[in-house]
């Protein structure tokens, strides 16, 4: 089990930015960053690949962008432009499986965190 701990939420106005963090105890072939509001299912939002390939959602791309540091064992994301919208609790996820078409699906990854809210307002 792949042992993962978010950090980095906050408030911010619309427009802004925010980098959340996942703290990883390793790297697995198939990483991401979902999100999930109440009443609705987990959304993925990226994901990234050890050959750095990476996946966005429509509604993440050209705002959101995916890394990892290895020198701090962290899986990143930065988030530009954000929009109310974008308001959610954050979790990253860990996947031993290397995932192509299904790299946003949630029940492809093993590994969660615990999440870290993000509030977007207007």
């Known amino acids: 089990q792949v042992q993962l701990a978010e950090s980095g939420g906050g408030s911010v106005l619309a427009g802004g930015s925010l980098r959340v963090s996942c703290s990883v105890s390793q790297f697995t072939r198939s990483m991401a960053w979902f999100r999930q509001t109440p009443g609705h299912e987990r959304e993925g939002v990226a994901a990234i690949r050890t050959d750095s390939t990476t996946f966005y959602a429509d509604s993440a791309k050209g705002r959101f962008s995916i890394s990892k540091d290895h020198a701090k064992n962290t899986l990143d994301l930065q988030m530009n432009s954000l929009k109310p919208e974008d308001t959610a609790m954050y979790y990253c996820?860990?996947?031993?499986?290397?995932?192509?078409?299904?790299?946003?699906?949630?029940?492809?990854?093993?590994?969660w965190g615990q999440g870290t809210q993000v509030t977007v307002s207007s």
């Open positions: 996820a860990a996947s031993f499986a290397w995932l192509i078409d299904d790299a946003l699906w949630p029940h492809r990854y093993e590994s």
